[in-house]
């Protein structure tokens, strides 16, 4: 839950305004949207480079999960471990 939604839910819950806190919690929040949306952006960009990267860290550190009897043995069930 965002910190936006956070804040009203506990001051309604309370029966009273936001405080002047909450408020500023909910600036800093607003004026850092782009910067979400940038790192969004980068993170969509690079999600095939990403999985690839995890996956092989996963598969050194174990491999027994693609070994035969393993949770991602073959291609068809590593790529639905990955997904």
Known sequence: ???VSNSII???AEARYLSPGELDQI???ATGGQRRLRVAQ???EGRERIVKQAG???FQRRPDVVSPGGNAYGDEMTATCLR
């Open 1 to 3: 839950m965002s910190i």
């Open 10 to 12: 506990n001051a309604d």
């Open 27 to 29: 600036k800093a929040f």
């Open 42 to 44: 980068i993170l969509s």
């Open 56 to 58: 092989s860290a996963l």
